[in-house]
């Protein structure tokens, strides 16, 4: 059995696995918070302003209002909801499951009138699917410069918006196949609109392929594997390992959550300094362990806008030491990069690269006044409970959206049906 | 200068060459032609219908009539005028650059109100984009499975649609980007309904990114060429001579058209057959020589299918000697795969490679009735005028839509604004 046969069947099979649904909830939790916080952001504007305009019949919700064709629907609102860059990431997939496959599987549902629980069942078949298929195209794909968040995502998108649209195993086999001859994205957009526009291509992708199977259209039943498929065309290295498990074991369980506004790289040292609650008066000097690997990405030593200090070990180090919010985005802004006592606490902090770390562990070493010597660390895979997430996306949410909205959303990914969450992205209540 | 840049410049820049604009009138013939003939093939149902259930507002019509956004109209545009394969092909480009650019230039000067000369001005432009685009990407990219007509034809269609939209020179550049992540389309589609709608996927995308850097959308300034740009992601080559004489010397005159309804490798020996005046009746033995390559592209010996014909030096050889018309789609039928006279003449017929041939030539040799050794040859290659050439595309439109037709469409590729032309694709008249 081809892989394009194992994903269709695992597309249209049951969900078993509480642990999985209930993460997909907090993941959609998660995902809706970043969208609404997103639809400020200019990006927002010309891909709504372009969808209204082209207009069609209503039949998915834009964020931030409006109905149009779910397809486009798809389109405008993976790429919102990917502009803040704030939303999760599956290490394991590099990449970014929610903001491609939700899209999908909410306009589709939206379209077809299917029910919560059927929603989250295809998202999370459809993220789990985008993450299996990140497996298996794996890291020299993205290391030569496709963004597995689309690519990958584009065939996630296909099976949770195919799942919903009800196609049979055939015509879900020729989705994938349609994926396969659409699917795009490059890394070399990053810093440009054109890295959430690549969330959007995706979910546009996954909806079209599906809605084209629907109407029996034909393409390559091995569009992904076979000669010529996209797998061997985009560098994927066709790791057989990827869809072991498919089905029982779920990927999406290990999917991470930001809960703080800047690179994924400086998590773990945020979360290492926070254990130590000190104060900024008491600092004589800190010292950050990471893994070598970060040191090229986040490790920016003097930055002078918010963008750059979401890439600076030394300024966020600061920033929790004075008792700012790494949470929350406004805090990343130029001024906060200049403020004078950040500015020196910052020079009080050096990063060194140490191998023996994983690159999701910190270590921190913190001399205090008097001459004592803290110590703490964190490693992002250590377990976290359900419940403990939950909480800390609630308070994620808080600051994005305000408590109230924070938690009329929070009940909104309880309901029994779409509306109360497709009211709240539409900004109507 | 990057090939962004260049691109860009000439996109913007004036046309000129008479020689070249009526090359593309005659492309645009012979498009419309193909794509009138294609409204009948089963994916035209699907993706019209599709179109028209999304609906939305009426920019550009549909081939078979209907009007939807222009993104929508270039799509299914797109695919319908490569659903017969029947179109123009460019050896260098190493793909059809006209069901690429065509449906995104027309579909954004209807949207525009843009006049006739101007459209033509846009396509060729576009077609000549796609073609440079095609060479600086190089064989690698073909051979590595990626389908040139689409991957190079949607950054001619970005050009095309980008020209009629007015963008700016930065803006051209950006529209190049966006294009560069979202251009997609592989080989392994062939033979089903996924290699047409790779060049209505190539329209869309023009049409797409154009429309997005009119709204000031920001790409990568060096989405094509820089690191990790669409060129070295899809194993383009960068060939440096491929913008050599951009504006001055059009690689458009010598785009190929067909003139026959099957496999481009067959032409040449049909051609020198043709030559030959022979009789069926007269028949001892024919030998055809052709470029070794094709001998495993198009040389079925006993095909017993319509398409399976369409890939037979023998079959195609005992049409001409038995003065069947290869130039009607009709004749490509199971039927007539199974002629006995057919099957019985292709037995007398032996096909060779022979190295020193080009891949445009052939050579035939007849052994007739009474001993004699008749001997055709013809080269692709040799210059045709375009007088002789329009002359060929009246006579394969009158056999694809009628000659009242054929002749309307003649006088409408002549005319001052696009409503005869507009008419004709929504079969209103």
Redesign the interface.
Known sequence: MNIEARLAEFALGPVAGEGAREMMRLSLFDWAACAIAGVEEP?AA?LR??AL?????AQASLIGGGKV?M?AAALVNGAISHALDYDDTHFAHIGHPSVAVIPAALAAAEARGAGFEEMIDAALIGAEGSVRVGLWLGRDHYQ????QT?TAGAFGAAMAAGRIMGLSRDAMVQAL??A??????????F????KP??AG?AAETGIEAA??AT??????P??MS?????G??H?GIGEEDAMEGLGERWRMESVSHKFHACCHGLHATIEALKSLGLAAGEIEAVTIRTHPRWLTVCNKPEPDTGLAAKFSYRHVAAMVLAGVDTSAIVNFSDKMAKRPDLVALRSRVVVDGDARLSEMEARVEANVTGGATRIGSFDLDAPMSLDERGGKLRLKAAGLLGTPRATALWEAVRAPDLAPLTKLLQLTS
């Open positions: 990006l010309v302003e372009k305009e082209e207009a069609g019949t064709p397809r030569i410069g496709f963004h689309a196949g349609l396969a001859t659409r699917a795009s994205g490059l890394k070399s957009q810093g440009t609109m054109g526009y690549n291509i809605d084209l109407r029996g259209f034909v393409s390559s091995a569009g076979g000669p010529q498929g996209f061997p065309t560098a």
